[in-house]
């Protein structure tokens, strides 16, 4: 049974600490999502990759967050310096598509980010 | 752009009730349409979804049909179990289907 991973599950830190989110995707999808999920905000969606490369990173705070895809299998999604506002549950999702179509996303279990 | 609305929760029905999840949507083009399942605790799991007008999504008792007419996607169950309180988000995508656009969500408690 193919499934998204995401590592930590959970993970508390102080402000201005660095924090990295590790998501494998689902072998063989090519197209990766980040998303924040909060009370106030619902999903967001953060920034995705296809091919590993970066498509849309426009919902990411930039001087703050940034996403990379190493290689096919790892993800990685950072926060240099945490604050606060940043405490959240993050969803990394998979897919495959070609030809600019991405078929059903796949969503991992999430990091529950609490930044004190 | 895209969008979804879904009714307000909680719902809370009784064991074995007739479930109603409203969801519409606004969207160009040709969108898919989702319902994703979310437990406490974990990620959204997809529970079913439709690609074109008329198709109906099925999946563990649940059902949606897309009526491009009335741009909704409803969420049914006939007799619905404790175990499937959770909270159900409706989801569009379009544009080369890149960005899922989801619905607040609705939160089910079904109690005995």
């Known amino acids: 049974d193919a499934r998204v991973t995401q590592t930590p599950r959970h993970k508390v830190t102080e402000m201005g600490q660095e924090v990295t989110m590790r998501c494998q995707p689902i072998l063989g999808h090519n197209t990766v999502f980040w998303y924040r999920q909060t009370m106030m905000q619902g999903l967001e969606l953060l920034a995705y990759f296809r091919n590993r490369a970066p498509l849309d990173d426009s919902g990411m705070p930039k001087d703050r967050f940034s996403a990379e895809m190493p290689d096919a299998t790892l993800a990685t999604l950072k926060i240099q310096p945490s604050e606060p506002r940043d405490s959240a549950v993050y969803f990394c999702?998979?897919?495959?598509?070609?030809?600019?179509?991405?078929?059903?996303?796949?969503f991992g279990p999430g990091t529950r980010l609490t930044v004190l | 752009g895209n969008s979804v609305t879904q009714m307000e929760g909680p719902v809370t029905l009784s064991e074995e009730a007739f479930l109603t999840i409203n969801c519409t949507y606004t969207?160009?083009?040709?969108?898919?349409l989702f319902w994703y399942v979310q437990y406490p605790g974990e990620g959204l799991q997809l529970l079913l979804k439709?690609?074109?007008?008329?198709d109906k999504g099925s999946n563990k008792g649940f059902e949606a049909t897309y009526r491009k007419e009335t741009t909704s996607f409803h969420l049914e169950k006939g007799s619905v179990q404790v175990s499937d309180s959770a909270v159900y988000v409706c989801a569009v995508v379009t544009g080369g289907g890149n960005k899922l656009t989801f619905g607040t969500g609705t939160q089910l408690k079904v109690e005995l």
């Open positions: 999702a998979s897919g495959s598509g070609d030809s600019g179509r991405t078929d059903t996303q796949y």
């Open positions: 969207a160009t083009g040709y969108p898919s």
């Open positions: 439709a690609t074109k007008a008329d």
